[in-house]
Structures are given as structure tokens and as C-alpha cells.
């Protein structure tokens, strides 16, 4: 299988009739092992990191990866595997984790603006303003922290959200951003295995966090705010991807496959000199070889 159409099948530009329960965690596609989809996988990054050192020299896009999942899906583990090629230095990762007093006295979406990519960069988003329609919508107590006047906190709020990501999505890719959404879409039975391995395995002790199985026991509640994220947020300028999480190796692989395809969308090349510069390169190549 040709990993540059793999992703296809998961990615999601209109969410209207997206039901979550089509598609399936465990799905590993025609992949028969973990070795074939590793082979293929080390191909990815060595083609990202070609791109990659493209996008850095064209120095005209940006592009924004945003990470999305359940407790132990896997988003650190994937963003490690997936871009353990790339040049650091046209890359950052940002962790989004409970928002700080400085942060809460802005807008939802101000504290992720501050970490936008460059041009000519990659961004990584570990979680996002997307918390701010899954966990804030979950646990709507939430919402008091964000010191909103009362009258604005009204039953279209999420609706309202939506509008407002949609706007600023499109806002962004106007101006060269380019956007991929991951959503890494893990089982419930998965997930125990995984937590349990937290508990039992102790070189992973370090990963467990009382808060994830409390957050476990609104697994529903979060699924269907995934489900109507994705319905009102996906477009074909910032797509989602429903990536089955329940296989690692699988994961990565498709991860990788999406940003391969979207780099080369781009139609990515080094930038041509002019004949001003061309000359000076000249003279330099001469000055140097009589030294």
C-alpha cells in the first residue's frame, strides 16, 4: 500500500453525518504486522525530513499540527515517532495544560495564538483551543474560571465556539497557515489496558495520574463532544483526521502519512537565486579557491 493515500481514509472535511461509532480504533487497514508498517513508516521521515528542510528554505508556509485524543491515545508517543526526523530547528511542540491566571483573562483563543508557527516552520499542538469545546464543555463548571459575563454563557456557546475556530482556522490559512487536526480515536477497552499497564509495569508508574480514571467515567460525554467538534469544525482547509489509536504502530504510520501528503501539496522546492546573487556566489567560489 502506498502510505501517501493511506491517510485519505480518515481524513474528514465535512463533518455533517460524522458518527465516531463508524470508525473502528482498532482498524490497522491491510497492514499485516507492526515490521511492514514500520518499513514504511522510516520511508515517511525520511521524506518529511527532505520536505521539511523545503519549507524551511522556501520560507513562504506554515503548518500547524493539532493533537487531539483521550487519556492514553498516544499524542506524545506519536509526535515523537512521526517527527523523529524533521530539523529541530524549524519545529516546535507546545503542551497546552490547565490554563494559567494570565491566560484565563483572555479570550480562548489567545494563549494558542501566541505559539503559532512561523513561516517556514512546523507547530506541534499537544491538545489546543479545542479543549476549550471538550473539557470545558464536559465539565461546564469550568466555564466560571474563564470569567465570561454572565449574559454570553447562553446555550449556543459551543455553537458559538465552533463559529468562532472556523473563523480563526480560515483566517490563518488566508495567510499561508496550513492546518491538519488529529483526532487519535482509541477504544475504552484500550484504554483500560493501558492504564492498567500505568499501574503495573513500574517504569510506567510515572504516567498515571488519579485524573484519568476520574475523567474515564465521562468516556460518553467526551465522545460526543468529539463527535460534534469534528461535525462543526471540519472544512477542507483544516480537515480532521479520525486516526484509529488502538494500534501504535499504526497510528504513527498514518500520522506520517497525512503530513507527507499535505508537505507535498505544497509543491515545495528550494529557492532559485538571481542573477545578482548568482554572480556574487561566483566571485565568492573564486575568492575562496585562491586562498
Known amino acids: 500500500m502506498k502510505t501517501a493515500k493511506l491517510a485519505r481514509s480518515y481524513r474528514v472535511e465535512d463533518g455533517a453525518k460524522l458518527r465516531l461509532k463508524d470508525f473502528d480504533p482498532a482498524d490497522s487497514a491491510n497492514f499485516k504486522s507492526k515490521e511492514e508498517a514500520e518499513e514504511k513508516l522510516q520511508k515517511d521521515i ?15 508556509w506554515s503548518l500547524l499540527l493539532i493533537f487531539q485524543a483521550m487519556d492514553a491515545a498516544g499524542k506524545d508517543g506519536t509526535i515523537k515517532h512521526v517527527m523523529s526526523g524533521v530539523n529541530p530547528e524549524g519545529c516546535q511542540v507546545h503542551s497546552f495544560k490547565v490554563p494559567s491566571e494570565t491566560e484565563l483573562q483572555h479570550d480562548f483563543l489567545w494563549r494558542t495564538t501566541l505559539q503559532l508557527p512561523e513561516r517556514g516552520q512546523i507547530g506541534i499542538f499537544n491538545r489546543s483551543y479545542y479543549e476549550e469545546v471538550l473539557i470545558v464543555r464536559v465539565h461546564a463548571e469550568l466555564l466560571k474560571s474563564e ?10 456557546i459551543w455553537k458559538e465556539r465552533f463559529e468562532d475556530i472556523q473563523s480563526f482556522e480560515k483566517h490563518l490559512a488566508r495567510n499561508g497557515t496550513v492546518i491538519r487536526k488529529f483526532f487519535l480515536h482509541l477504544s475504552k477497552k484500550e484504554q483500560k489496558r493501558r492504564f492498567l499497564a500505568r499501574l503495573d509495569e513500574p517504569e510506567k508508574n510515572w504516567k498515571f495520574s488519579a485524573s484519568d480514571i476520574h475523567e474515564r467515567e465521562y468516556w460518553d460525554d467526551y465522545q460526543k463532544a468529539y ?22 504502530w499504526f497510528t504513527h504510520l498514518v500520522v506520517a502519512s497525512a503530513i507527507v501528503e ?7 522546492s528550494y529557492p532559485r537565486v538571481d542573477a545578482a546573487k548568482r554572480k556574487e556566489i561566483q566571485e565568492a567560489s573564486k575568492a575562496l579557491l585562491k586562498k
Open 227 to 248: 463527535e460534534d467538534m469534528i461535525q462543526n469544525t471540519a472544512t477542507k482547509q483544516a480537515p480532521w483526521y479520525v486516526i484509529p489509536a488502538d494500534h501504535k
Open 262 to 268: 499535505t508537505l507535498e501539496e505544497l509543491n515545495l
Open 147 to 156: 470569567k465570561l459575563p454572565p449574559p454570553l454563557i447562553t446555550e449556543r
Open 46 to 60: 525520511v521524506r518529511m525530513a527532505d520536505l521539511q528542510d523545503k519549507l524551511y528554505a522556501q520560507d513562504k
